[in-house]
């Protein structure tokens, strides 16, 4: 798959789930978490890809896309 399918893929996404959204709430780890969270439950979180011969088996027009949605990290310390 063509990298303008990811870039067309990740534009769409972040249309559709914009940042700075009034509707959120859940915003105290930053303005990308909630999107983030909304992100991976609109998109896979898990996948199955056949192997054969140990090559993966996808189309022509068949690509894996993974993404990290947000960008701030937030570290928890544990007491």
């Known amino acids: 798959m063509p ?14 789930v ?15 978490d909630m999107p983030a969270h909304i992100k991976s439950a609109l998109t896979a979180s ?3 890809v056949p192997v054969m011969n140990g090559q993966l088996a996808l189309g022509s027009w068949q690509g894996i896309f993974l ?6 990290r937030v570290v928890y310390e544990k007491y």
Request: net charge negative.
């Open 3 to 16: 990298l303008t399918a990811k870039i067309d893929l990740q534009n769409w996404l972040n249309r559709l």
């Open 18 to 32: 914009p940042e700075h959204d009034s509707l959120y709430t859940h915003t105290l780890e930053g303005a990308d």
């Open 46 to 48: 898990s996948l199955s």
């Open 67 to 72: 993404w990290e949605y947000t960008v701030i």
